[in-house]
């Protein structure tokens, strides 16, 4: 007897299942993939019904649209678990600073860096706001990526954080990509509260956090089931430890899910705090120690990691992801997309730096791509791998070897995007 679905993708040479018992993959288990030879995925009403063998799932399911994927490589969509990509205007200016010998932190203190573009966000109209940013997110979508978190930070005020949740929430209404929200109302001191941060922590935690959280009641989002995450930018000439624990307490207290930016230039002891108050994820780690990453290791914590960052400010020292999956802790890896630090769209370019100067294997890159950025934005049960029951996101690759998704780098070798089981991005046809 064959059961009637929507879609089913047939002979694909290889499919990247990520599956596994639920939780996200740590230690050596980030090595396994699930692979399938000559696979097949059945999807119906936007999700997965199986995963397995072409000639028993063509035997079983009868679809209305088949794809064959001969020589082709099936794999779950990327997640991104750590963005800021929706804010106006560029820092192109500062880039060119650094190329002079300027570096992010002296830019930051001389006013510029995140505050730069908190004065362009701040005063762009939110369907401008809307239109620099999905135009972002299409390049992340052609580029493999199908869920993507994104982060407030660059409104540092009560109406234009509202208005960057906002733009975030109209996206994922507008576009095939999904967003996750987080609010980073404390992601720089705005120049308002430049002598008397305290008080912006302060307006933080009584005024910011309980609307944002008002707002997100009312969302799509909590409709959804999706979470509102909190967030803090923990670093020298950002919020110290004192400051970042009070905002992230307070936004535990709210029942919102904790992140935090912590070890990226300096290990303040962020990193500590943010285990302690149970983060969901850890961010950046460039400069943990082997103390840090046993700690993280004995957490719940995914440690997100983010080479772009230390490959645009053209650093040498990246975090030590091999280290932390040696230790056994759960590593995702991110673009971190914003006008700063990390004006990079591509998963498949971070899958490359990451192999080559964190010594992560592909497989490890891809899982940390897919399942662990999954769980790392409390979405895990729903996308980040192929099993029955997860959403149809998934995509065809140009390659029958997973290992060339990290291998090859600087183009795109994602040829079709699937998300929900309907097709969002096709590459075109050769020239005739
Ligand atoms: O994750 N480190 C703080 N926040 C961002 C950079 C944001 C910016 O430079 O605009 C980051 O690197
Ligand atoms: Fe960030």
Same mark, same amino acid.
């Given at each position: 007897?064959?059961?009637?679905?929507?879609?089913?993708?047939?002979?694909? @040479?290889?499919?990247?299942?990520?599956?596994?018992? $639920?939780?996200?993959?740590?230690?050596?288990?980030?090595?396994?993939?699930?692979?399938?030879?000559?696979?097949?995925?059945?999807?119906?009403?936007?999700?997965? *019904?199986?995963?397995?063998?072409?000639?028993?799932?063509?035997?079983?399911?009868?679809?209305?649209?088949?794809?064959?994927? @001969?020589?082709?490589?099936?794999?779950?969509?990327?997640?991104?678990?750590?963005?800021h990509?929706?804010?106006?205007?560029?820092?192109?200016?500062?880039?060119?600073?650094?190329?002079?010998? @300027?570096?992010y932190q002296?830019?930051m203190a001389?006013?510029?860096g995140i505050v730069?573009?908190m004065?362009?966000?701040?005063?762009?109209?939110?369907?401008?706001?809307?239109?620099?940013?999905?135009?972002?997110?299409? =390049?992340?979508?052609?580029?493999?990526?199908?869920? *993507?978190?994104?982060k407030t930070g660059y409104g540092l005020e009560?109406?234009?954080e509202?208005?960057?949740?906002?733009?975030?929430?109209?996206?994922?209404?507008?576009?095939?990509?999904?967003?996750?929200?987080t609010l980073l109302a404390a992601h720089a001191i705005p120049p308002e509260f430049a002598n008397h941060a305290d008080d912006y922590v302060e307006l933080v935690i009584a005024e910011i956090l309980?609307?944002?959280?008002?707002?997100?009641?009312?969302?799509?989002?909590?409709?959804?089931?999706?979470?509102?995450f909190a967030d803090v930018f923990c670093e020298r000439g950002a919020f110290d430890v004192v400051q970042s624990r009070r905002v992230l307490a307070a936004a535990r207290?709210?029942?919102l899910?904790l992140k935090a930016h912590v070890d990226e230039f300096t290990a303040l002891g962020g990193l500590e705090m943010a285990l302690e108050l149970?983060a969901?994820?850890v961010d950046h780690?460039?400069v943990?120690?082997?103390?840090?990453?046993? =700690? *993280?290791?004995?957490?719940?914590?995914?440690?997100?990691?983010? $080479?772009?960052?230390?490959?645009?400010?053209?650093?040498?020292?990246?975090?030590?992801?091999?280290?932390?999956?040696?230790?056994?802790?759960? *590593?995702?890896?991110?673009? /971190?997309?914003?006008?700063g630090s990390?004006?990079?769209?591509?998963? $498949?370019?971070?899958?490359?730096?990451?192999?080559?100067?964190?010594?992560?294997?592909?497989?490890?890159?891809?899982?940390?791509?897919?399942?662990?950025?999954?769980?790392?934005?409390?979405?895990? /049960?729903?996308?980040?791998?192929?099993?029955?029951?997860?959403?149809?996101?998934?995509?065809?690759?140009?390659?029958?070897?997973?290992?060339?998704?990290?291998?090859?780098?600087?183009?795109?070798?994602?040829?079709?995007?699937?998300?929900?089981?309907?097709?969002?991005?096709?590459?075109?046809?050769?020239?005739?």
């Amino acid at each position: 007897m064959t059961t009637s679905i929507d879609l089913l993708l047939h002979s694909a @040479a290889q499919i990247v299942t990520c599956d596994g018992p $639920p939780g996200p993959k740590r230690g050596v288990a980030m090595r396994e993939l699930g692979l399938i030879a000559n696979g097949a995925v059945a999807v119906d009403q936007g999700r997965i *019904v199986a995963v397995g063998p072409s000639d028993e799932l063509r035997r079983s399911y009868q679809a209305r649209h088949e794809i064959a994927a @001969a020589g082709k490589l099936i794999c779950p969509g990327f997640v991104d678990p750590h963005t800021h990509v929706v804010y106006a205007g560029d820092r192109v200016n500062e880039f060119e600073q650094r190329i002079a010998g @300027a570096t992010y932190q002296e830019i930051m203190a001389a006013g510029g860096g995140i505050v730069s573009s908190m004065h362009a966000t701040r005063n762009a109209a939110a369907d401008q706001l809307v239109r620099e940013s999905r135009s972002r997110l299409d =390049q992340m979508l052609m580029l493999g990526t199908t869920t *993507v978190e994104a982060k407030t930070g660059y409104g540092l005020e009560l109406a234009a954080e509202l208005r960057q949740l906002e733009a975030i929430a109209a996206l994922d209404a507008a576009h095939p990509i999904d967003l996750v929200p987080t609010l980073l109302a404390a992601h720089a001191i705005p120049p308002e509260f430049a002598n008397h941060a305290d008080d912006y922590v302060e307006l933080v935690i009584a005024e910011i956090l309980p609307a944002a959280l008002e707002w997100y009641r009312a969302s799509r989002f909590a409709a959804a089931g999706v979470p509102l995450f909190a967030d803090v930018f923990c670093e020298r000439g950002a919020f110290d430890v004192v400051q970042s624990r009070r905002v992230l307490a307070a936004a535990r207290e709210l029942g919102l899910p904790l992140k935090a930016h912590v070890d990226e230039f300096t290990a303040l002891g962020g990193l500590e705090m943010a285990l302690e108050l149970g983060a969901v994820s850890v961010d950046h780690l460039d400069v943990s120690g082997p103390a840090g990453i046993a =700690q *993280v290791a004995q957490s719940d914590a995914i440690a997100v990691s983010i $080479p772009t960052v230390t490959f645009n400010l053209g650093g040498t020292h990246y975090a030590d992801a091999r280290g932390l999956i040696d230790a056994g802790a759960a *590593v995702a890896l991110t673009t /971190d997309i914003n006008p700063g630090s990390a004006p990079c769209p591509s998963l $498949p370019l971070v899958m490359a730096i990451a192999c080559r100067y964190q010594r992560l294997l592909p497989a490890e890159a891809l899982n940390a791509v897919t399942r662990n950025a999954a769980y790392a934005i409390g979405l895990g /049960d729903r996308v980040g791998s192929l099993e029955a029951g997860k959403q149809a996101d998934l995509l065809l690759v140009d390659t029958g070897d997973y290992r060339h998704l990290a291998y090859e780098f600087g183009g795109n070798p994602v040829e079709t995007v699937i998300k929900r089981g309907a097709i969002v991005y096709a590459r075109s046809g050769r020239h005739p």
